[in-house]
Every structure is written in C-alpha cells, then in structure tokens.
C-alpha cells in the first residue's frame, strides 16, 4: 500500500508531466509528417524491454531510476515497479518517421557493425534527451508547483539553464538530421563494444560530460557563450544473448570526441566500471531487471541508491573529476540466465 507521502510525490510528479507535455517530431521533414504524434520508444518494447521485465507481484515489470519508491518518512527505500508500455517513452516522432527511420533495427537484430544501426540508435537516444529538455522548459513556466515554492531568481535560473541547453541541443539535432537526409551514417565518431552476455539492463540517452575519464575539464563552465558537446549513449541487451554497449558524438566536437577516445584505450574491466558509473552519475532514462535488484546485497542497494542520490545535477556540479561507481552492473552475476 502507497503511504500518503508516496501518493503526493506521484501526483506532483504527473501534474509536472502533464504541465511540461510537448507533442512535436524530431524528423526534418515536417511535410511528410503525420497528425498524430505517438508515445514513441527510445527502447524497443518488444526485443528490448522484453529481455528486462521480470514477474513481480504476478506482473511483468522493469524498475526505472526515475520510478523510485519512498517511505513514510520521505527517504528513498528502492523502486516502484513499471510496465514495458511506459518504460523509455516521449511523445517525439509522428507515427509515419517512428516507423520508417527505424526499420532497419526494428525488423532485424541489431548489427555494431553497420554505420547505419549505429547512428538510428544514436539519433534516437539524442532525440529522448531533446525533447526532454524542451518539454523542462514548459514544465518550469507552467508547473504551479515551480512557481509557488521556488525562488523567483533560483526559477528564472533553471529556465534560463534550461534554454541555454536547448540552444546548444539543436545544434545537434540540425547535424544528426543533415546526416540523415543525406544518409551519411559513417559521419559520427562511434566506439562500440559487445559482451557475450546478456544483461537485463538498457538506456539511451544523450550526456554533456562533465569530465573526461582522465578528469580533464569538458563540459563545465558558468559563461553562456560557451557551448556544450554532446555523447550520445546506448546500453542494449540483444535478443542474440549479446549485450550492446554504443558511445557516438559529432567528429567536430572535440571534447566528445576526447571523452570517447579515453573510454576507448581503456581495459576490459574499467571500460566497463566506467559505464556502469555513467548509467548511474549521468543518465535518468535507464532501466533494469529487479533481478539485478534482487542479486545486489542490502550494502549494495543502498549504495546505488545514495549514488542516484549524490549524482542529481545540482549535487555532481560539485564534483572534481570523473563518477566512479563502487557497483558494476556488468558483472557476469547479474547475467540473464
């Protein structure tokens, strides 16, 4: 049973949704679009977030970072079962582009080696975190709560950030959406990696580094002349018992490209230490399988869910250098048996 708490925090959250709701396709060409924009999936439901879901309480759920679950007193205990058909979805594409730019990774299993699978996964995960930012500028103008508890000044901060962000976001999706008109796939710097494992865990995403792995100073500054660079990052387990892991960013942007280059001439083990470290510092669209929560001690839940705590974007500004988790979720106990 949901505790009082619990049920103000949902309510707050979906009145926030319903404020910040913006209906609009990533796709250039408007012309061929059609009326209606659908509830689209930066992961696939059905050869994605099938492989995650796990049986809970006689449902098929997944647990999401963002769907966490709070006690009475207002603390974090853990996560909120969700349905497949919620996880990973905007409204960001018209049905005609949802189901026509994504054909060659919805009808066959995906292939690292093929330019054009990389960037639609790419261009997918840029085009979740796009819509994002644009839908938290309406949802801070519009959302009641926001205007009555917030400073005035801390509120025209966040919009102010907020626009900044989308400003430096178009820029990008101008280029992904030139390379695909023009279908140029090869055009993005991509680092690609496979396990022979699958992992019941996934995102895609879009980050603005703040670090590079070797602590270098990337995305970090308060002067809004200075415009942030963008990686684009997928974690996806495949239907072939395989688990994808997908790194691109645009070749001219050169603090992307030095974030990626350092992941690159790591070691198998941090390599991926320093994934499972960016799911968790950087990424809100991410979802796994409770049995991952099930196999993670009492100590190790709590230290994921105090990570998720500490890397909030007002708290990792603080930060010195790059997010090392103490959890690897690519340990071969979590994998899908």
């Not at 999936?41 to 759920?61: A, C, F, M, Y």
């Not at 976001?169 to 992904?176: A, D, M, P, Q, Y």
């Not at 708290?315 to 979590?334: A, T, V, Y």
Request: hydrophobic letters at 35%; aromatic letters at 12%.
């Amino acid at each position: 049973m949901q505790n009082r708490l619990d049920i103000e925090i949902r309510k707050a959250q979906a009145q926030l949704k319903k404020d910040s709701r913006i209906k609009e396709c990533f796709h250039f060409d408007k012309d061929s679009c059609t009326n209606q924009i659908i509830s689209a999936h930066s992961l696939q439901k059905n050869r994605v977030l099938n492989l995650i879901e796990d049986e809970i309480d006689g449902n098929s759920s997944v647990f999401s970072f963002l769907n966490l679950k709070y006690d009475e007193k207002g603390d974090i205990i853990g996560f909120e079962p969700l349905g497949k058909k919620f996880a990973s979805t905007f409204f960001g594409f018209c049905g005609f582009h949802d189901n026509e730019i994504f054909k060659p990774i919805e009808n066959k299993v995906v292939d690292i080696e093929n330019d054009e699978h990389c960037f639609l996964l790419s261009y997918r995960a840029f085009a979740k975190d796009f819509h994002a930012k644009y839908e938290s500028i309406r949802g801070y103008k519009n959302n009641v709560d926001f205007q009555n508890k917030l400073d005035r000044d801390l509120l025209d901060n966040l919009i102010v950030g907020s626009e900044i962000g989308l400003r430096d976001s178009e820029i990008v999706k101008n280029r992904l959406n030139d390379i695909l008109k023009a279908k140029s796939f090869s055009e993005l710097e991509y680092l690609t990696f496979k396990l022979d494992y699958t992992v019941p865990i996934a995102l895609a995403a879009s980050i603005n580094p703040n670090y590079s792995y070797k602590n270098e100073v990337l995305n970090k500054s308060s002067d809004p002349n200075i415009i942030y660079e963008f990686v684009n990052f997928v974690i996806q387990p495949l239907e072939t018992g395989e688990t994808l892991i997908l790194l691109s960013c645009l070749p001219e942007q050169e603090k992307s490209v030095k974030f990626i280059d350092q992941l690159y001439n790591l070691k198998q083990l941090p390599f991926l230490k320093a994934i499972s470290s960016l799911a968790i510092s950087n990424v809100e669209n991410t979802f796994f399988s409770p049995k991952i929560w099930e196999k993670l001690s009492n100590q190790e839940k709590q230290q994921l869910l105090y990570e998720l705590h500490v890397t909030l974007p007002s708290i990792r500004e603080s930060f010195k250098g790059f997010f090392h988790s103490k959890l690897n979720f690519f340990d071969k106990r979590f994998k899908k048996i």
